[in-house]
T-cell receptor
Framework: AQSVAQPEDQVNVAEGNPLTVKCTYS??????LFWYVQYPNRGLQFLLK??????LVKGSYGFEAEFNKSQTSFHLKKPSALVSDSALYFC???????????????FGQGTTLQVKP | DGGITQSPKYLFRKEGQNVTLSCEQN?????MYWYRQDPGQGLRLIYY???????QKGDIAEGYSVSREKKESFPLTVTSAQKNPTAFYLC??????????FGEGSRLTVL
């Protein structure tokens, strides 16, 4: 069964410093991976995705993620954090089952990013 | 603007009542999804629909029902059989590249 794990409940970083939010996955075959951000009492906003191609994926708001097949990881990164980046971040993997591609996403538990001035 | 519209944003329900959450999209997407979000548990899939007049149970479908009579609409009914309905409910539709587009959510509280 496909799964995704976010090992950190919370990440704290000072404004201007680089940030990393970790994600590891377990899938059969090639993974389709996604990152989303959620602000309080709001829906999820799509940040970026990896389907194929370059291992470094660039997304919205200056975020990027590095796909590492050998370590089965897809960590979210940003070179210089902003206070406004403080939010809840979700990693997700597309589910695959016997009925084919249903497009379902399996989400990690989420990581709260706190950027302090 | 194109997107997913969920209503109401906040809803209060007495025990024993059914309530229906609305989800409408104007993105012309075929597939739509309902997720439930609880603190510390991420998102869990309730129901999904890949095409009009067809839908499948997700991981936590018990106590919920859906319909998909129109491409644009995918309402979710939380029935009295759902033992712990207080949660944040998120509707989404799927784009061509596989990413999901989410609405702003509906927060249901059982009094």
């Amino acid at each position: 069964a496909q799964s995704v794990a976010q090992p950190e409940d919370q990440v704290n970083v000072a404004e201007g410093n680089p940030l990393t939010v970790k994600c590891t996955y377990s899938v059969s075959g090639n993974p389709y991976l996604f990152w989303y951000v959620q602000y309080p009492n709001r829906g999820l906003q799509f940040l970026l995705k990896y389907i194929t191609g370059d291992n470094l994926v660039k997304g919205s708001y200056g975020f990027e993620a590095e796909f590492n097949k050998s370590q089965t990881s897809f960590h979210l990164k940003k070179p210089s954090a902003l206070v406004s980046d403080s939010a809840l971040y979700f990693c997700a993997v597309r589910d695959k089952d016997g009925s084919g591609n249903t497009g379902k996403l399996i989400f990690g538990q989420g990581t709260t990013l706190q950027v302090k001035p | 603007d194109g997107g997913i519209t969920q209503s109401p944003k906040y809803l209060f329900r007495k025990e024993g009542q059914n309530v229906t959450l609305s989800c409408e999209q104007n993105l012309n997407h075929d597939a739509m999804y309902w997720y439930r979000q609880d603190p510390g548990q991420g998102l869990r899939l309730i129901y999904y629909s890949q095409i009009v007049n067809d839908f499948q149970k997700g991981d936590i479908a018990e106590g919920y029902s859906v319909s998909r009579e129109k491409k644009e609409s995918f309402p979710l009914t939380v029935t009295s059989a759902q033992k712990n309905p207080t949660a944040f409910y998120l509707c989404a539709s799927r784009g061509l590249a596989g990413e999901l587009f989410f609405g702003e959510g509906s927060r249901l509280t059982v009094l």
